[in-house]
């Protein structure tokens, strides 16, 4: 497996590469056949009056994203929360496979290689033909990826997986894009388009 790590504000250390390895290594050695890599992000807060350490992990799983962030007070305990974190929602995603899998009447959808995303058309001239560089509005970032068609279950799996507030995903039976996000009183919610 392919361990990245990188530090924000600290230096990584060689002390704090080698438990960092060893506590991620711990938490992924069941499931090294489908862990390719994963990129770890450690973070001290600027300010020192706010003693906040972060750990932020994303793990590449058979094509799908992991990700696990923890904060505290100490940068080795929050390695050592976000590696339980991430080993807890590996073992999530282990069991939705083995159940996908030999639930009767069933297939797990694959995800699709590169092949099948890219489109084949050949793009004539420079993409930029025409165009004035701006700069985005402030406070604005952007995020451009591949969004294939997925079932709800799968969107959920992957909110889940993701550890975020929602996940924005392109629906499999209707194509239209679709938010299924995390209610405050427990469960999930859909945003879906409607014609007017």
């Known amino acids: 497996m392919k361990l990245l790590i990188h530090g924000r504000n600290l230096d990584v250390t060689p002390a704090i590469r080698e438990y960092t390895e060893t506590k991620l290594g711990r938490a992924i050695t069941h499931f090294e056949g489908m862990v390719k890599e994963a990129d770890v992000h450690l973070s001290v807060a600027r300010n020192p009056r706010v003693p906040q350490q972060t750990v ?3 793990v590449y799983a058979n ?6 962030q923890e904060h505290s007070d100490n940068l080795y305990a ?8 991430l080993h807890r929602q590996l073992n999530r995603y282990h069991d939705r496979l083995k159940d996908h899998h030999h639930s009767p009447g ?7 290689g590169t092949e099948q995303v890219v489109d084949e058309q050949v793009v004539e001239g420079a993409l930029t033909d025409g165009k004035e560089p701006q700069l985005p509005n402030r406070g604005v970032r952007r995020k451009y990826f591949a969004m294939p ?3 709800l279950d799968d969107a959920v799996l992957q909110l ?5 507030d929602f996940y924005v995903f392109r629906d499999a039976d209707s194509g ?18 409607r014609e007017s």
């Open 78 to 85: 929050s390695i050592d929360l976000a590696a339980n974190k």
């Open 106 to 112: 069933h297939r797990a959808t694959p995800t699709p």
């Open 160 to 164: 889940e997986l993701i550890d975020h």
């Open 149 to 151: 068609a997925m079932a």
């Open 56 to 58: 932020e992990v994303t």
């Open 176 to 193: 239209q894009i679709q938010v299924v996000y995390r209610r405050n009183h427990g469960g999930f919610g859909l945003i879906q388009t």
């Open 63 to 68: 094509g799908t994203v992991i990700r696990a």
